[in-house]
T-cell receptor, first 108, second 115 residues
């Protein structure tokens, strides 16, 4: 089974609200990465958090990592319609595993 | 600096034909990864290659699928005798170093349709 599992599978919010997505994984990792995929497109790297980090910010993105719970969360603040996409977490250890993604819809 | 290039972007094959998907990594990247994304699903790792070496092919189906990354030229994912279940988007990614520690950069994908 996949190492990275996102929750929820789908999320719909109003523009301006915050969106939180969670990811769980199963074994030890070197880092955890979040990617975005617009419909029918390739993936874009958003942010990488290393296993010895607990929180990281990049613009409107905030990522947390709890290695004791083997989980991570991605927070997008002040969402925009352009944030509508699927978001994947990738647990990176000896191999590279993607979760099934969270489909985010931001309603204008 | 051009990003990861994949071609063709769309490929249509009839059952039993061969599909060849090409991936040119970013300049300076010597690590290539192939992923398959079935409709409405996440990405699944297939194979990890360095120049002239297959490092990890644990995600590759045992039959009909092969991959190579020659010293010169793009990486090739080859699917022989395609079946309808092979219809999917195939993404290639590259990284400068071992992606255990660094991000991968993805290509736009090749969408394979098997009739």
């Amino acid at each position: 089974s996949q190492q990275g599992e996102e929750d929820p599978q789908a999320l719909s919010i109003q523009e301006g609200e915050n969106a939180t997505m969670n990811c769980s994984y199963k074994t030890s990792i070197n880092n955890l990465q979040w990617y975005r995929q617009n419909s029918g497109r390739g993936l874009v790297h958003l942010i990488l958090i290393r296993s010895n980090e607990r929180e990281k910010h990049s613009g409107r993105l905030r990522v947390t990592l709890d290695t004791s719970k083997k989980s991570s969360s991605l927070l997008i603040t002040a969402s925009r319609a352009a944030d509508t996409a699927s978001y994947f977490c990738a647990a990176t250890g000896n191999q590279f595993y993607f979760g099934t993604g969270t489909s985010l819809t931001v309603i204008p | 600096n051009a990003g990861v290039m994949q071609n063709p972007r769309h490929l249509v094959r009839r059952r039993g034909q061969e599909a060849r998907l090409r991936c040119s990594p970013m300049k300076g990247h010597s690590h290539v990864y192939w992923y398959r994304q079935l409709p409405e699903e996440g990405l699944k790792f297939m194979v990890y290659l360095q120049k002239e070496n297959i490092i990890d092919e644990s995600g590759m189906p045992k039959e009909r699928f092969s991959a190579e990354f020659p010293k010169e030229g793009p990486s090739i994912l080859r699917i022989q005798q395609v079946v309808r279940g092979d219809s999917a988007a195939y993404f290639c990614a590259s990284s400068r170093w071992d992606s255990s520690y660094n991000e991968q950069f993805f290509g736009p994908g090749t969408r394979l349709t098997v009739l």
